[in-house]
């Protein structure tokens, strides 16, 4: 079945074309500038290995999603004949507050909870809508449905999700933890549990996406435990530009010493923090591992090293607690951008943990730098297995989207 997964954004759409059933992904690409100028379209054709790029006014998602559709059944780069070759659409959405603890299927009132829950994540919440919208406007009656990054977190307890703030915060506004990246802590979780070749009801997993944002959990039988972004994805682990746990009032403290706004503070918590604040250079992994290889000699060493090695202390801390929380530990896995490409990183975080059951293999770490399928970087004896497991959260979607048009 031929899904379309559609990411929308602000001012972007990225889309793939997914066969669910051979799980062949048929083409991708990103509209860019949607409703301002200089908008482009750049579509990948992945079977034919073709890739086109050119600018094309798109005034709103409507439009977006008709050029999309334009490239995917263009003669020369698309991959199918017409629109009836598209089966149905799901939309990745950020933030389901706590109305939406699986997939489900656009209805009227399913936009109307939607709604609900800008709230939350304001910015992200309005793009899905415009989303939705244009594909409804360009492919009317395709059945479309919704894929949440909150939705896999929904599992956890009270005593996990709940802040000791006073208890009417929460009833007023819905301050509790919800966590990010639900799809990929999903996807990567029942990968570890096929490998480890048990049900999936035994398995105790602590799942380590790591990128650009980053959010570990602790999956107990399948169902989210604790994770550790929150009310918002500031929290948990040191990240590109973000924070991560502080100590909370460290914010009125520097919002009175420096004369911040609240606005400021946030700026300066979500995009001047992390790797970024702390080397003082580049809130990418890869320009601090270059920093980091060349040694002392090189003055951006020292931070960039401090910046790596804060990361590795706050990821075995979460390793340690969840393993507590869960009291036992099968598998430890890396996703995303750093974890699946940032060999270093791993080594750290992986050494020195034999009191856990952690053995690990030097040599298969070093001898997969970037990961493109499930590889496993522990010792053949270690008693707890570490892997690497490339994420695909857009398959995921696609597949939840075809079992409701299964079940249609
Ligand atoms: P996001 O959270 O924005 O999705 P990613 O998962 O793409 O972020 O992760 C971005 C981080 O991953 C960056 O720090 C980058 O250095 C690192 N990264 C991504 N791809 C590679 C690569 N091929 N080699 C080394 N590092 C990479």
Redesign the pocket.
Known sequence: MNILVVNAGSSSLKYQLIDTDTDTLYAKGICERIGGEGSLIEHKQIVKGLKVKKESPMKDHAEAMKLVVEHLTDPEVGCISSMDEIQAIGHRVVHGGTYFSKSILVTDEVIAKLEKCRDFAPLHTVAHLMGIKGCMETMPGKPQALVFDTAFHQTMEPEAYMYALPYEFYEKYGIRRYGM?GTSHRYVSAEMAKILGKPIEETKIVTC??????SISAVMGGKVMDTSMGFTPLAGVE??TRCGDIDPAIVPFIMEKENLSTAEVNDLMNKKSG?LGISGFS???????AAIADGPSNPKYERANLAVNILKHNIKKYIGAYTALMNGLDAVVFT???????PHLRELVCEDMEFFGIKFDKAANDAA??VSENTKISASDSTVAVYVIP?NEELVIAKDTAAFVENM
């Open positions: 990246h996406h790591i990128g650009n944002g980053s990240m590109g790797f809130s990418d992994s890869r320009d601090l591992e995303a951008g750093i974890g699946e490409n940032n730098p970037h994420t």
